[in-house]
């Protein structure tokens, strides 16, 4: 019934949420035999094995299938109305530090993939979108998320939310960095990926996004182990929420907010034209050289602040011309 309604990525999580969680519980059960006590017993003993995020998943999903099978009229009565979400144990948050983002930054040499990580790291893009981008997304100081990318397949049009179609600022001492790699990028054409790989079997020679986690594991991966970042603190998930959590140091709460695009604001065709308030911008670019500052060398003043690998990358530059 809901299934349509989801993005492939929300899908897939989702089923197989139903399934680990409620569907191996139950499979053998009639629906009609399931009551109260069946279904926060499942949740209690979920939450003696999981973190909060999962078990709050199952409470939701649970509580949607039964409201669903009253209303299909498969059962009379809904006892999942009843139930609680139980206390589960704290969820672990990490966030990475200025010198581990400095470092990781510092010792990529690619410029398509320190471009990529600084956009996960300056502009909090989530994963779908940052491996969604198309050249057209880049307005120079700002990006606009055109399209999504998941497991490799481009979703044009498709986007988390209204509110994610709002500008992404990129930080003054990141501009640098995506001007080189749009320099350097075989084809940036409007709609050409800005970070492409080329796809394999049936789509063999094409160029297609890049999945995220191969990305990470073979080009990322190894730099973090030889710098002794721990790899869970590499995610894209993290450097977002890294970014939200520093920005409410550097600016207001509806900074951050701005930045993130959890405001519930729709937007209207003119979406392409939206300019970066000032506030949001001196937000992001405090956060920005705040974490650059700490090595060494990176700055004189902020207004001629550049970030790291940039002068590296314009002698490449130099090079290919």
């Given at each position: 019934?809901?299934?349509?309604?989801?993005?492939?990525?929300?899908?897939?999580k989702t089923e197989f949420?139903?399934?680990?969680?409620?569907?191996?519980?139950?499979?053998?059960?009639?629906?009609?035999?399931?009551?109260?006590?069946?279904?926060?017993?499942?949740?209690?003993?979920?939450?003696?094995?999981?973190?909060?995020?999962?078990?709050?998943?199952?409470?939701?999903?649970?509580?949607s299938v039964m409201k669903?099978?009253?209303?299909?009229?498969?059962?009379?009565?809904?006892?999942?109305?009843?139930?609680?979400?139980?206390?589960?144990?704290?969820?672990?948050?990490?966030?990475?530090?200025?010198?581990?983002?400095?470092?990781?930054?510092?010792?990529?040499?690619?410029?398509?993939?320190?471009?990529?990580?600084?956009?996960?790291?300056?502009?909090?893009?989530?994963?779908?979108?940052?491996?969604?981008?198309?050249?057209?997304?880049?307005?120079?100081?700002?990006?606009?998320?055109?399209?999504?990318?998941?497991?490799?397949?481009?979703?044009?049009?498709?986007?988390?939310?209204?509110?994610?179609?709002?500008?992404?600022?990129?930080?003054?001492?990141?501009?640098?960095?995506?001007?080189?790699?749009?320099?350097?990028?075989?084809?940036?054409?409007?709609?050409?990926?800005?970070?492409?790989?080329?796809?394999?079997?049936?789509?063999?020679?094409?160029?297609?996004?890049?999945?995220?986690?191969?990305?990470?594991?073979?080009?990322?991966?190894?730099?973090?182990?030889?710098?002794?970042?721990?790899?869970?603190?590499?995610?894209?998930?993290?450097?977002?929420?890294?970014?939200?959590?520093?920005?409410?140091?550097?600016?207001?709460?509806?900074?951050?907010?701005?930045?993130?695009?959890?405001?519930?604001?729709?937007?209207?065709?003119?979406?392409?034209?939206?300019?970066?308030?000032?506030s949001v911008r001196a937000?992001?670019?405090?956060?920005?050289?705040?974490?650059?500052?700490?090595?060494?060398?990176?700055?004189?003043?902020?207004?001629?602040?550049?970030?790291?690998?940039?002068?590296?990358?314009?002698?490449?530059?130099?090079?290919?011309?």
């Amino acid at each position: 019934m809901r299934r349509g309604q989801w993005r492939r990525a929300t899908r897939d999580k989702t089923e197989f949420e139903i399934n680990k969680y409620l569907v191996e519980e139950f499979k053998t059960v009639p629906l009609r035999t399931i009551g109260l006590f069946e279904l926060q017993t499942l949740l209690n003993n979920l939450a003696e094995k999981y973190s909060e995020s999962i078990v709050k998943h199952a409470f939701v999903n649970l509580r949607s299938v039964m409201k669903m099978a009253q209303k299909l009229k498969f059962i009379a009565d809904n006892p999942g109305e009843e139930t609680k979400m139980p206390a589960t144990r704290p969820v672990e948050r990490p966030t990475m530090t200025p010198g581990q983002i400095n470092s990781l930054i510092g010792a990529i040499e690619n410029p398509h993939d320190l471009c990529l990580m600084c956009i996960g790291l300056f502009c909090a893009t989530r994963t779908s979108e940052t491996f969604g981008l198309q050249w057209k997304s880049y307005l120079g100081d700002r990006l606009m998320i055109h399209s999504t990318a998941y497991e490799g397949e481009l979703y044009r049009g498709q986007v988390k939310t209204d509110a994610s179609r709002s500008a992404v600022p990129i930080p003054d001492d990141i501009m640098p960095i995506v001007e080189t790699w749009r320099r350097l990028c075989p084809d940036s054409s409007p709609e050409a990926l800005m970070f492409p790989t080329f796809g394999r079997d049936e789509r063999k020679g094409q160029k297609v996004p890049r999945r995220a986690k191969n990305f990470l594991k073979w080009r990322i991966y190894p730099i973090a182990d030889r710098l002794k970042i721990p790899r869970v603190l590499v995610t894209f998930q993290v450097m977002r929420r890294t970014l939200g959590t520093d920005l409410q140091k550097h600016g207001t709460m509806k900074d951050a907010q701005s930045v993130l695009r959890h405001a519930s604001i729709k937007t209207t065709a003119d979406v392409y034209v939206q300019q970066i308030p000032e506030s949001v911008r001196a937000a992001i670019n405090s956060r920005t050289r705040a974490i650059l500052a700490k090595q060494p060398g990176v700055f004189t003043k902020p207004e001629s602040a550049t970030c790291p690998n940039v002068s590296q990358l314009e002698k490449a530059v130099n090079a290919s011309a």
